[in-house]
């Protein structure tokens, strides 16, 4: 049987967790350990909170998680959000002052680690639970505590470790320690998981969403996988960023063996054999299938609850994720889609073409024209075609530019012109241009600011007249893993077997031939930087609209590269959307993550958030990130 591994604040409890948390609550109210923990109800609700502290990654708004709209695969058009969030990060005109995370914030991370600490000290005084239950408790907040250490470091760096600690920031003596002490405690915190928790809970239906032995195996693995790259591996620009006591917040010198231990850690989930990609039966022996197959196989990896591939997941009620990429005329539940998320024309560049060629190498005139290989003879930008669309299997004219891409690409960009499918409702072709039913001067706000629509978590089965439908979001998935095995592999080994095995594992699935397939980028075998550039390309595209992308190009050192300047979709102040007509130009984005007729900027101090000021204030001597006050 499949494991149920899906970390979802678990049975009815979830409705706790959105009301104030136990640590909230004055002394008053007579909420002592000895109240909290006598009953296996309110011990187990405690748990609960612990696990409510995570961010609401359903949603794509920048309000919530800004990570997409921050990267260069998306742009937001929301006004109303002009004081922070995606708008104000992504332009660089944020201050420490700011609450720019306002779902998951600093404090409210704090607090999901003191809330997990707290639980960990009182759990074994809870006399209705066995012994084996409290163990199992215990470390299922330990692994929630060290995942919040996780995701604080990868937005702020070096964080202040409480360890057993409920301490509060107000004692004004402390110092943030360094990466590296942080990295070790967090891993070795989930070894000790790995090493209690189980594979799979004996009772799906009422251990639903409980921690893992994959699951804390897999954050280890991203944790050592973000410390072995450029940006906190040596990374001379951090050399100042020095505590009032004289230690280096982050190492001075490279270190190999990092990749090292982050392909070993890789390696161990792999090996665990509990998970799967969707559509592939055998790992060594991969059978090549069809587009439409390839595509059917990816959106059971999210439009589906049970899937082999799903390491850590939120199953969610859509409504929220599908809205946000639904145009304004489709007929839904709520009268009108909140299509204000949508995807750049570099995300739609980044796809393969159905040959497994990289058809744009790069841009010239400040992101506008496109550099194009020159054996993706396949693409042209001229002209159009009678296209059979592979998902929704219709036969239109279509743009030679979105004709014979690879499967991902319809997986997920949806462009102008194309007929909306949900249910047994098959909608008029929607209008992206300006005047256009779903275009700006009609949707406002709510227009896609790029000229495309962003698919990748919609069902066409669900009817939408009706219901968002459900699905997963995963967290980490198994092709996650395995492209960050290849990656590690790669920089310690190039020449290591598995590279080629579990990168083309990856494109075999997705219906995308290997990548030594007829020649294709077989120079590139064996050769370092070469196979970097492709094992990043193949992150861009298998996991887009999956909030890795801003944090894979901040951990490389490209982010200054990928994310300043000027961002580009059609043209969507055309009067129509006439196949051969001025709207398939090339254009800068009208709106861009809430702002009219502004490049975006990415300076250097962007690669870390800023600890808050308020925070920072609370302790004598603070040292802050690199290039903020």
């Avoid at 104000?88 to 700011?98: A, C």
């Avoid at 997941?313 to 539940?333: D, E, F, G, K």
Wanted: charged content about 25%; proline content about 5%.
């Amino acid at each position: 049987m499949i494991m149920k591994r899906y970390i979802f604040i678990f049975w009815a409890l979830v409705s706790l967790c959105a009301c104030e948390s136990f640590l909230d609550r004055q002394p008053d109210e007579a909420l002592s350990p000895e109240t909290l923990f006598n009953k296996r109800s309110t011990t187990l609700n405690y748990l609960a909170t612990v696990y409510g502290q995570q961010p609401n990654y359903y949603t794509l708004q920048s309000n919530v998680n800004p990570w997409d709209c921050l990267s260069d695969e998306s742009t937001e058009g929301f006004s109303n959000y002009a004081k922070c969030w995606a708008n104000q990060i992504s332009h660089d005109e944020w201050n420490e002052g700011m609450n720019c995370l306002l779902d998951m914030s600093y404090e409210k991370t704090y607090r999901g680690i003191r809330e997990a600490t707290y639980f960990m000290i009182h759990v074994y005084d809870c006399p209705e639970l066995s012994p084996e239950e409290k163990n199992l408790c215990y470390h299922e907040a330990k692994f929630m505590r060290a995942y919040y250490y996780y995701y604080m470091l990868r937005i702020y760096g070096p964080v202040f470790m409480l360890g057993e600690e409920l301490a509060s920031m107000e004692s004004g003596d402390r110092e943030r320690d360094t990466w590296d002490d942080c990295v070790n405690w967090v891993c070795n915190q989930l070894d000790e998981c790995a090493a209690n928790l189980p594979l799979e809970w004996p009772d799906p239906t009422s251990d639903w969403g409980r921690a893992t032995k994959g699951a804390a195996l897999a954050v280890k693995a991203k944790l050592l996988i973000f410390s072995a790259s450029p940006l906190c591996n040596g990374n001379p620009m951090y050399a100042s960023v020095v505590t009032k006591s004289g230690k280096h917040l982050f190492p001075q010198k490279y270190d190999q063996t990092k990749w090292e231990k982050a392909a070993a850690a890789c390696k161990a989930v792999i090996d665990l054999k509990q998970y799967g990609l969707c559509g592939i039966a055998d790992e060594n022996s991969p059978i090549p299938v069809d587009a439409s197959t390839a595509i059917e196989n990816m959106k059971k990896v999210f439009c589906t609850i049970e899937n082999e591939e799903l390491i850590w997941v939120r199953v969610l009620n859509m409504s929220t994720n599908r809205r946000y990429t639904t145009p304004a005329s489709i007929q839904n539940v709520n009268g009108r889609g909140y299509c204000g998320i949508s995807p750049t024309q570099k995300l739609v560049d980044a796809f393969a073409c159905a040959d497994g060629i990289y058809p744009i190498t790069g841009y010239q005139n400040n992101g506008k024209d496109p550099v194009v290989d020159s054996r993706a003879t396949s693409y042209t930008e001229n002209g159009y075609s009678s296209f059979t669309h592979p998902y929704f299997k219709d036969t239109e004219n279509t743009p030679n530019m979105y004709v014979n891409r690879e499967p991902r690409f319809y997986l997920n960009i949806i462009w102008s012109g194309r007929k909306w499918y949900h249910g047994t409702h098959v909608e008029e072709p929607i209008e992206l241009f300006y005047s256009g039913k779903d275009g700006e001067q009609k949707a406002g706000q709510d227009a896609p600011h790029s000229g495309y629509c962003a698919y990748k978590f919609h069902d066409k089965g669900v009817d939408l007249t009706k219901t968002w439908g459900h699905g997963s979001y995963p967290i980490i998935r198994y092709a996650d893993i395995l492209l960050c095995y290849v990656e590690a592999l790669n920089e310690c080994n190039p020449s290591h077997p598995d590279i080629l095995k579990y990168l083309n594992l990856v494109r075999i699935r997705a219906g995308v031939p290997e990548i030594e397939f007829g020649g294709l980028y077989s120079e590139c075998v064996g050769l370092q930087a070469p196979m970097r550039d492709l094992i990043r390309r193949e992150r861009n595209v298998e996991l887009c609209y999956e909030q890795q992308r801003y944090f894979d190009c901040r951990r490389w050192l490209t982010a200054k590269d990928e994310f300043d300047g000027w961002f580009y979709g059609m043209n969507t102040e055309a009067l129509n959307d006439d196949l051969g007509g001025d709207f398939w130009q090339r254009a800068k984005l009208r709106k861009d993550n809430g702002q009219y007729g502004k490049p975006r900027k990415f300076s250097d101090r962007c690669y870390f958030f800023p600890i808050p000021y308020a925070e920072s204030k609370i302790v004598n001597g603070f040292t802050q990130n690199y290039g903020w006050n």
